[in-house]
């Protein structure tokens, strides 16, 4: 679990980027908004809420049709997987990454 400190700062971070998804941007900024808000989510120990971030973010990446975002999108969901100690599916999100790169 994070020091009570940095939760704070997390929290805080939450805020701005939920703000920068609520503004509408673009689809490179909600795949950014979304992907930050999956990764504070994530060190909050918050895993289904950082899961649907990142969930979010590979959608928009496909749409987009950008690999890289594809594949830390993915990259990121298997790190949530793991956390969850989901290690099959933790497996088969590292083995797409490496197959699109």
Do not use: W
């Amino acid at each position: 679990k994070p020091h009570p400190d940095v939760v704070g700062y997390l929290e805080q971070a939450v805020v701005y980027h939920q703000k920068h998804l609520d503004l509408g941007p673009d689809s490179g900024g909600r795949f950014v908004a979304n992907t930050n808000l999956g990764l504070c989510y994530g060190m909050l120990q918050n895993i289904n809420r950082a899961a649907k971030h990142q969930q979010d973010a590979l959608r928009i990446s496909i749409k987009m049709q950008s690999l890289h975002g594809q594949c830390m999108a993915v990259g990121n969901l298997g790190i949530l997987a793991l956390m969850k100690r989901d290690f099959a599916t933790t497996r088969s999100c590292f083995d797409q990454v490496s197959e699109r790169v």
